[in-house]
């Protein structure tokens, strides 16, 4: 079982270059979610998607966007890469948002110069 | 901004005692869930309390939630150095704008020393 899975797990951008982040979940989660990690700061939720088919934003979306391929993908895309979204991205899922427990993935370290 | 707050930002215990950390959040919750991270893991979920729940157990760990303080504690008992670790309140809105939103707080770094 291979839960939810990141690609890639780490990532060096130039400012201005985009990128996406993948995620995948093979749980038949309805609901999935970005977040970000920087230090003293705890998770900061970026985007969800309550169950296929919606998006929504969360506390920090700006630089940002997603999109909900299917029932198993959520991506995240950084247009146009800035120093401050240098962090550990997490994706997470669970079986309906905010009822039941969220599974994370191990995490992309993206470093912005 | 955040909902939860843990307290306090860090705990440092010998191995066999208890550790405590607790959550204040801010608005209606309708429930409260704790995960641990080792450090630069991801997030692995412990217990989550509904608003209707006043207190719960898994193993080693016991979980309150008191509504009326909007308040909730995490103990863990005869701690382990495997143990160490973050430990992060997250919560979900009662309901409106937002209520399928899992929004954690800034975490507690606990170190269990042998």
């Known amino acids: 079982n291979a839960g939810v899975t990141q690609t890639p797990k780490f990532q060096v951008l130039k400012t201005g270059q985009s990128m996406t982040l993948q995620c995948a979940q093979d749980m038949n989660h309805n609901s999935m979610y970005w977040y970000r990690q920087d230090p003293g700061m705890g998770l900061r939720l970026i985007y969800y998607s309550a169950s296929e088919g919606t998006t929504d934003k969360g506390e920090v979306p700006n630089g940002y966007n997603v999109s909900r391929l299917n029932k198993r993908e959520f991506s995240l895309r950084l247009e146009s890469a800035a120093p401050s979204q240098t962090s550990v991205y997490f994706c997470?899922?669970?079986?309906?948002?905010?009822?039941?427990?969220?599974?994370f993935g191990q995490g992309t370290r993206l470093t912005v110069v | 901004s955040q909902q939860g707050e843990e307290d306090p930002q860090a705990l440092s215990i010998q191995e066999g005692e208890n550790a405590t950390m607790n959550c204040s959040y801010k608005?209606?919750?309708?429930?409260l869930q704790w995960y641990r991270q080792n450090s630069g893991r991801g997030l692995v979920h412990l217990i989550l309390i509904r608003s209707n729940e006043r207190e719960k157990h898994s193993g080693r760990l016991r979980v309150t939630l008191d509504t009326s303080k909007k308040s909730s504690s995490l103990l863990i008992t005869a701690s382990r150095a495997a143990d160490t670790a973050s430990y992060f309140c997250?919560?979900?809105?009662?309901?409106?704008?937002?209520?399928?939103?899992?929004?954690f707080g800034k975490g507690t770094k606990l170190s269990v020393i042998p």
């Open positions: 997250a919560t979900v809105p009662y309901s409106g704008a937002g209520s399928y939103q899992l929004t």
């Open positions: 608005t209606s919750i309708n429930n």
């Open positions: 997470a899922s669970s079986d309906w948002a905010g009822n039941t427990e969220a599974f």
